[in-house]
């Protein structure tokens, strides 16, 4: 019965189009649609119905290890929605649900709204590419778009260190080796650290998360390999930031000369409802690393790239302010959601009033 109840659940999200479904103690099933929450007319779920399906979906020793550590995040095929991410926590003692769906296939970078300027930073034969925004801004969707895009283009080999592994890469001219964390590897810093005996040319990492992985992704980028990164931040220089500061002392020199010599470009992105309210359009800050944005970060001036992003069009460079701007103008999100979402509200109104 949880079985059958669980891919009901499933099969109305992909009909309705969902990228998430929430199973909620006391909560109907809960569907995230264009970027809003929407309740099934069903009734609250049970204890006992959630927990059913929540341990329908786990093997025996993925039930052992969200029993022992209360938390799993696992990603599985599924016949009517592709692969699917499935993440299982408690709350109040129970467990409790949340699927994200992957889709089937990668979406084009037309579909997707991405800038050009992604493609020439996937070309490049080394350094570092990160791609940053807030949780569900659709990081891991331009993560592998790049994958693809490389798989497509270039004769390599990728290996990839994902937690969990959300989309499956076919080998077309690359080859493409997958690792997932807890299943192939302990962690992230441990896959960082015998990768490269692997003769990879490309580095995918799932997550840049402390210290360790960050010095790793760096050394490698460094060291001849394209690295292609995600990282939790809200902006450019907050990503700056958050690289820098979790470094002390001498190490955050170190740290900071090497940004300047590998760093190829950063694109910070989030994903806003449409202005008809039935998808969602992504928005997005670029940062290319030209000599000038290298000399910023070399001399620790950090505070001027969002001058050199603001002025730096014709390298591909674009601010968030600018993109909403644009949107907005295509109408394609409302004048409250560009000003809601601007870092410099008076932007927007100055450009909207002229």
């Not at 693809?148 to 690359?174: F, G, V």
């Not at 809601?340 to 909207?352: E, M």
Request: proline share 4%.
């Amino acid at each position: 019965m949880s079985i059958s109840r669980i891919d009901q659940l499933i099969g109305s999200a992909v009909e309705q189009e969902a990228s998430d479904l929430h199973l909620i103690v006391g909560v109907a099933p809960a569907y995230r649609i264009a970027g809003e929450i929407i309740l099934d007319d069903t009734g609250p779920l049970t204890t006992e119905a959630v927990a059913g399906m929540a341990f329908s979906l786990l093997n025996s020793q993925q039930r052992e290890h969200f029993e022992r550590e209360w938390e799993l995040c696992i990603s599985v095929p599924h016949p009517a929605a592709g692969r699917v991410r499935i993440t299982l926590y408690r709350r109040n003692g129970n467990p409790e649900i949340s699927i994200r769906f992957c889709g089937r296939k990668i979406p084009t970078r037309e579909q997707l709204g991405l800038p050009q300027k992604l493609n020439d930073l996937a070309g490049k034969p080394n350094g570092l590419v990160l791609i940053v925004g807030p949780t569900g801004s659709g990081k891991t969707t331009t993560l592998n778009y790049l994958v693809d895009q490389i798989n497509s283009e270039r004769r390599c080999k990728i290996i990839t260190i994902e937690d969990p592994i959300e989309y499956l890469h076919q080998n077309k001219h690359a080859i493409v080796v997958q690792q997932e964390v807890l299943t192939d590897t302990r962690s992230f810093n441990r896959a960082l650290i015998h990768v490269l005996r692997q003769d990879p040319d490309v580095i995918v990492v799932g997550e840049m998360r402390d210290h360790e992985a960050i010095a790793a992704a760096l050394t490698a980028a460094e060291t001849g390999h394209l690295v292609l990164a995600t990282m939790h931040s809200p902006s450019v220089s907050h990503a700056f930031e958050r690289i820098i500061g979790v470094f002390e002392g001498a190490a955050q020199r170190q740290i900071i000369l090497q940004l300047a010599t590998s760093l190829q470009g950063i694109i910070a992105q989030d994903l806003l409802p449409s202005s008809d309210r039935i998808r969602c359009v992504l928005a997005y800050e670029m940062l290319v690393a030209n000599s000038a944005v290298r000399n910023l970060i070399r001399e620790d001036n950090k505070h001027m790239l969002e001058t050199v992003v603001q002025t730096g069009a014709k390298d591909g460079m674009i601010s968030m302010d600018a993109c909403l701007f644009d949107l907005y103008s295509q109408c394609l999100i409302t004048y409250d959601v560009a000003l809601s979402r601007a870092r410099n509200p008076d932007r927007i109104v100055k450009r909207t009033s002229n």
